[in-house]
């Protein structure tokens, strides 16, 4: 295989952690530059196991630089870019719009813009956008997004990502400029960032602390893998078709309240308590405004031109989630004790 020099931006994140450490062990004859701009939910730690590969390199900086970027344009010879720095949480995009529009719309057109800079006739060239099944709005209670559901983001931050979506599409039709897109559910693993659904639960299970669900609890989501989706964004970037969008899922839908239940359950074997114990600390509270009902992926595309498709099952993902924060006490205590615990409260004072 012929070495390429990849940018991986946002590698620090969750996602963006596994896909570095994927693509640094599987091709040493590459050279992985991640670029990070170190935020609240980027963190080194999780790039341990391959932070001294020579064929790795850690760069910290923003996205939105253009000085910045113009220089590392220039010290590197890019081939491509895996760009996944984004603001990702939802209810950090109700409360503070304005960080989300900056990094993943303002962000995105600087990196496209020195892409088109530097990248003379395009020739070998590939500019990737990871981005999520939220554009495409809210489902009712049947039906699945393909890649022609007409978008309707609806929340600041898949708004945000739509419109960067769009901007990707709009070099490549303006500039000729060598795209794809991917769209995917909501992962989970190790190394998510304690806000989200699934570790925000069994932190809070550990914690005897209250496990709030938003609403009635009957919103839908699709669960995927996390070291399925990074399997999928290396086949796509290697394989998948100039211009072209993937949908990636994992056909895994459950109701919020579901999912907590079954993660109550797994944790109270894991921690070795009466079963009903965690279930007891479910605690409904005020809905998030303009809350999706439901997300569902079809993923045929993507199983049918790239042969994908989801490996590790939600029983056992779950249970290696749940197992994973448990062995790793200390990368969860480092984050909760510092400024997220600040968040965390007023977050739910407020509910
Ligand atoms: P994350 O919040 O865990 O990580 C984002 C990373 O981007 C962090 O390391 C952060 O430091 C970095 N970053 C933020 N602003 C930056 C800036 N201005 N310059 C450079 N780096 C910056 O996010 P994630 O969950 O790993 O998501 C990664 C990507 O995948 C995002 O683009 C997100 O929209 C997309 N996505 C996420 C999911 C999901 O379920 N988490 C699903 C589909 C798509
Ligand atoms: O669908 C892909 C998207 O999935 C990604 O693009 C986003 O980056 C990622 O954050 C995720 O968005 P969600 O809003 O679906 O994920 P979150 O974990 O915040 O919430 C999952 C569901 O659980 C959602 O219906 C809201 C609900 N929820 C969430 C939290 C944090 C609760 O009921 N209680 C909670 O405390």
Request: proline share 4%; net charge negative; glycine share 8%.
């Amino acid at each position: 295989m012929a070495s390429k020099t990849i940018l991986i931006t946002g590698g620090a994140g969750f996602i963006g952690s596994h896909l570095v450490t994927l693509m640094v062990n599987k091709y040493p004859e590459y050279k992985i530059v991640n670029l990070d701009h170190l935020t609240y939910a980027g963190n080194l730690e999780n790039l341990k196991s391959v932070e001294n590969a020579p064929n790795y390199t850690f760069v910290k900086g923003d996205i939105t630089d253009p000085k910045f970027i113009d220089e590392l344009f220039q010290t590197y010879s890019f081939d491509g870019i895996i760009h996944l720095a984004a603001e990702s949480h939802v209810d950090r995009s109700i409360t503070n719009p304005m960080s989300f529009i900056e990094t993943n719309i303002v962000g995105t057109v600087n990196l496209l813009n020195h892409a088109k800079a530097h990248w003379g006739d395009f020739e070998g060239k590939l500019f990737y956008h990871v981005s999520t099944d939220e554009v495409y709005g809210s489902l009712g209670e049947t039906g699945f997004f393909l890649e022609t559901t007409a978008y309707d983001p609806r929340s600041p931050y898949s708004a945000s990502k739509a419109s960067s979506d769009h901007l990707v599409r709009a070099y490549h039709h303006t500039y000729g400029l060598p795209i794809v897109i991917s769209n995917c559910s909501n992962n989970y693993g190790p190394y998510q960032f304690p806000e989200k659904l699934i570790p925000l639960m069994i932190n809070n299970i550990q914690q005897n602390k209250p496990l709030p669900i938003y609403g009635d609890g009957k919103y839908t989501r699709d669960w995927l893998w996390v070291g399925d989706h990074a399997t999928a964004i290396d086949l796509i970037y290697h394989e998948g078709k100039n211009g072209e969008t993937y949908n990636i899922g994992g056909n895994n839908e459950w109701k919020n309240i579901d999912l907590v239940h079954q993660l109550c359950d797994v944790m109270d074997g894991l921690l070795g308590q009466e079963q009903g114990t965690a279930r007891k600390l479910i605690t409904f509270v005020k809905d998030r405004p303009g809350h999706d009902r439901r997300y569902a992926i079809d993923a045929t595309k993507i199983k049918e031109e790239l042969g994908w498709e989801p490996q590790v099952q939600a029983a056992e993902g779950l249970k290696m989630t749940a197992e994973w924060y448990l062995n790793n006490a200390e990368w969860l205590n480092n984050i909760t004790s510092g400024a997220y615990k600040a968040y965390y409260e007023k977050q739910y004072s407020d509910r």
